[in-house]
């Protein structure tokens, strides 16, 4: 099945700590985004790429991180700079050309105690 | 500053009738507009979109409208169902990216 799996499904760590959230997807699409949602709000945009070796910050990069070593995977690190780990994270990916639907994974929930 | 709003949180809607979801968007450049449902856990999931050239399209049970003078964007859930209940969120492109609008929560009453 095509599509874009996001691991693992819930995730719990210590303050202090930074964490790696992973993206992969199988649709040959060449954007990938990583966006945050917390409870009863709109995603934010934290990081972008269009390409292999490129990516670009969104709105909220800060104490977040981003790699893009390979077409098929855009992996997020929560670093211990940001403030406020605890949310919702989501993967997308859409195609470079064409209409700007973006496909979903099924997201990460990561808790910070 | 330009963002893509919502103008009611929640909408309470009984199943059957029709339901009516509204977007405000301040960004006149934005030509291209994008209804996602998002259940709860999961991702959001695309709808319909539209493009600025266009003031209607219509899917399956679902119908965008686009306001370009008043800058207003509707989603229109025809016999809306159980299975509608979800978060509606309107998006805008800007730049090569997809802003999100905060959301309206869909409830349906039985």
């Known amino acids: 099945d095509g599509g874009i799996t996001q691991s693992p499904k819930y995730l719990f760590r210590k303050e202090g700590q930074n964490v790696t959230l992973s993206c992969e997807q199988n649709?040959?699409?060449?954007?990938m985004y990583w966006y945050r949602q917390d409870p009863g709000q709109g995603l934010r945009l934290i990081y972008y790429s269009q390409i292999v070796n490129d990516f670009q910050k969104g709105d909220i990069a800060e104490g977040y991180s981003v790699s893009r070593e390979k077409k098929e995977s855009f992996p997020l690190t929560v670093t211990s700079a940001q403030k406020n780990p605890t949310a919702f994270y989501l993967c997308?990916?859409?195609?470079?050309?064409?209409?700007?639907?973006?496909?979903f994974g099924p997201g990460t929930r990561l808790t910070v105690t | 500053g330009e963002s893509v709003g919502l103008h009611l949180p929640t909408l309470s809607v009984q199943e059957g009738d029709n339901s009516i979801i509204n977007c405000a968007y301040s960004n006149s450049a934005s030509d291209y507009f994008i209804w996602y449902k998002q259940e709860s856990g999961k991702g959001p999931q695309f709808i319909i979109d539209i493009r600025s050239n266009m003031d209607k399209r219509q899917g399956q049970r679902v119908t965008v409208l686009l306001n370009k003078t008043v800058k207003h964007l509707s989603l229109q859930i025809a016999a809306t169902q159980p299975g509608d209940s979800a978060v509606y969120f309107c998006a805008e492109t800007r730049d090569d990216k997809i802003i999100f609008g905060k959301g309206t929560r869909l409830h349906i009453l039985p």
């Open positions: 649709l040959n699409h060449d954007a």
């Open positions: 997308a990916s859409r195609p470079s050309s064409g209409p700007y639907e973006q496909y």
